[in-house]
């Protein structure tokens, strides 16, 4: 993340007005200097990192989030769009990547909700991931809209945390964070001939950048998704916005309050789903072994009317020990599986798989599959 120390609280407009004439420059710009977050100052910060490294390192890090309760956490609809879901894991209230990783736990993905009006473009880019386990952790963010209602008039000063590129390109190794304020909106729409547009919109999004010198921006590449901050008279930092975009040297935010209606919705709409009835699971056992795939089909599965199974759609996850497991597809009536590498005699990963007919009707069974002797 590009860091710059932040002059005063008050943000005059004149220094505003004055910085317009340095907007130029590159998109992808660089940070000057860095701040590093104290031990245990921002434990609801979430990383997302990629899993199939064999070491947590700087290289696995993609974008940043923040915890919403114990089961939720937020971040940028760019940064989970169209992932494998399985590939990805969070470390909660991750420090420092090196010399030694230090963060709180991690937890798998079990469901990535998108927000229904992202375009891809800087409007709507926000979204929810649900944890495949419930989080030990009790430190959670407290948002714009939901928990506090921030105003943030032009020169509102904001902190942003994240692990994003430093001067020389490398994703930190540290929690950074760095001071910004609030642009007048026509930092964000106002643009260079030739300069596509920037589709920024008020309504949706905050036009943050740097109050010491516009030219060297805020936040950088790997920071997508974390939170920019408003520290409250209580002490409290109250998530505003997300990092979205760079447009030149200032930053297109999405604004976490004009979403906080989709936020509280979402996980309340989720949370009544998890308490729907649950199909009955049955269990086979099977034998799994590394480099030999193993064929699972789900053929024989029929519904009450035995309906023809190629009007099935079928779904099948690894629930247990996916980073050890790997499986050929995820959709149609078979798939097929394989260890990665050898297991012991008492290894175990289980596999289920949904079959819904078109009445929407589910019947899930969980084949349990044992390392071979």
Known sequence: MKIRHFLGAAISLALLSSASSAIAGNIDTKILNGEEAAPGEFPAYVAIIT??????????????????????FLTAAHCVNKMDADKYEALIGLE????????????EFEKVVIHPDYDHAGQNDI?????AHSAKTN???????????????????????????????????????????????????????GYPDTNFNPANNLCIGNPDDVSQGTTGKGD???????????????????????LWQVGQ?????????WI????????????????????TSEQIAPISWLSLSGASSSSPEGISPQ??????????????????HNQGVSTRVRLIEPASKNFKVKIQLTVTDPQGRETITVKELKAVK
């Open 127 to 131: 979204a929810l991931v649900k944890l």
């Open 96 to 107: 420092q990547y090196w010399p030694k990783s230090i963060f709180k736990e991690s937890a």
């Open 264 to 283: 509280k919705k979402t996980i309340a709409a989720e949370g009544q789903a998890d308490k729907a009835p649950v199909a009955k699971i049955s269990t």
């Open 51 to 72: 899993n199939g490294d064999a070491e947590i390192s700087p290289n696995s890090h993609t974008c940043g989030g923040v915890m919403v309760n114990k089961e939720w």
């Open 311 to 328: 009007e099935f759609n079928y779904k099948w996850k690894v629930l247990t020990n996916i980073k050890k497991v790997q499986i050929s």
């Open 139 to 193: 430190s959670f963010g407290k948002f714009n809209g939901i928990d506090d209602n921030i105003k943030l008039p032009v020169g509102t000063p904001l902190t942003a945390i994240g692990f994003g590129a430093t001067h020389n390109s490398i994703t930190s190794t540290k929690l950074m964070k760095t001071q910004g304020a609030i642009f007048a909106k026509k930092f964000c729409i106002d643009k260079p001939e």
């Open 253 to 261: 935010v999405t604004k976490v309050s004009a979403h906080a209606d």
């Open 224 to 246: 997508s998704g974390g939170p920019w901050m408003f520290l409250n008279s209580q002490g409290d930092y109250i998530v505003s916005g997300l990092v979205s975009r760079s």
